[in-house]
């Protein structure tokens, strides 16, 4: 079985809202895609995507694996850098490993 | 995500923190399932309220808390519960002028946040399939309920399992949730009575945060976590 995967720029994530992105992310996940985000997800974004993954989870959809590098903070934290998020279905997504500037994960499909 | 009371700015904090401090701290009990949230909160009512009344039912099924559960009027008294304290000898270090510390607060058990809910997860447990299903989207709701309750929050008791790997997704998305919000956050690194605990290996991937090791099922440190809490939650 074949996977496809999203690799979605910077550019495209900031063009939308956060409703958008959150939106147009589980849209791919659903579909049984890898969401990879360049510029990454805030941790309030993460959260909203958790409850909205929720509303969704059914028999054929448990929800999402999630993955990502935490939050970047500017100068006296007013400024904080969002990093790369990966996003995809938990049937078929694991994290392996994870720690503080890498991610390790199996994508496996029957 | 932007709401009027998600994005508190640090001033307003401080205002708040310098002007119009709550004479009531409202603390959610937050965490993965089967962190041990329900046994922390069962711990705080039977020290501070009634030795026994439960708040919840902690088994080993994950999810066993599906509906967020909030006890009222609680005072954490230190200097006249001191001695309530079930293993004095863990606590030798936290003697004399810290156990004055006094909080009135109301404790909200949360479900335990994940990011997928699998039915079949409950199965090997040993429930039915359509018991598993019911009980599956129950959690979910949960979820969604522990996060909502987010918005109404003055501090949050982030409980791990100290077995465990702490660097996961979920406990990065609540502690960011936390900073973002300016909500004060104590991590309670939790079972420590077990063998295999490495509560250090919390301290090291959240060290701009609190981290009290405990054991809330034996009350092992629990004290330390009160102070804590007296401290940062007033």
């Not at chain 2, 309530?84 to 109301?106: F, I, Q, T």
């Not at chain 2, 949960?142 to 997704?169: C, F, R």
Request: aromatic share 4%.
């Amino acid at each position: 079985m074949e996977i496809k995967m999203d690799l979605i720029s910077e550019d495209k994530i900031n063009s939308m809202d956060s409703m958008e992105k959150l939106k147009f992310v589980l849209e791919g996940v659903k579909s049984g895609n890898i969401v990879v985000l360049e510029g990454g997800l805030t941790s309030e974004e993460q959260m909203k995507l958790i409850e909205l993954t929720m509303a969704e989870v059914n028999e054929d959809f448990p929800g999402i694996e999630m993955s990502g590098y935490p939050t970047k903070k500017g100068f006296l934290n007013l400024k904080r850098k969002t990093r790369l998020t990966v996003i995809g279905p938990a049937k078929i997504m694991h994290t392996i490993k994870k720690e503080k500037d890498l991610i390790s994960a199996m994508i496996s499909a029957i | 995500m932007k709401s009027g009371k998600k994005r508190k700015g640090i001033l307003s904090q401080l205002i708040r923190a310098l002007f119009f401090r709550k004479k009531t701290a409202k603390v959610g009990i937050y965490g993965p399932p089967n962190a041990g949230k329900t046994t922390l909160t069962n711990r705080i009512i039977h020290t501070f309220v009634d030795e026994n009344e439960d708040i919840g039912v902690a088994t080993e099924v994950p999810h066993e808390t599906r509906r967020a559960v909030r006890k009222g009027g609680i005072i954490i008294d230190l200097k006249s519960k001191s001695l309530l304290n079930p293993n004095p000898d863990s606590n030798s270090n936290s003697k004399s002028k810290r156990r004055k510390a006094k909080l009135k607060l109301d404790v909200v058990d949360t479900p335990g946040l994940a990011t997928k809910i699998d039915f079949h997860e409950f199965m090997a447990f040993g429930l039915e399939e359509e018991e598993a299903k019911r009980r599956a989207k129950e959690a979910t709701e949960g979820v969604i309920e522990a996060i909502k309750w987010l918005d109404d929050i003055d501090g949050v008791v982030l409980v791990m399992d100290s077995t465990e790997d702490p660097y996961t997704q979920t406990n990065i998305v609540i502690i960011g949730n936390m900073e973002a919000r300016g909500i004060p956050c104590i991590i309670a690194a939790n079972k420590v009575d077990i063998s295999d605990a490495a509560p250090q290996r919390i301290i090291d991937a959240f060290p701009q945060h609190p981290v009290i090791p405990i054991s809330a099922l034996k009350g092992e440190n629990m004290e330390r976590l009160y102070e804590e809490m007296a401290r940062r939650f007033r």
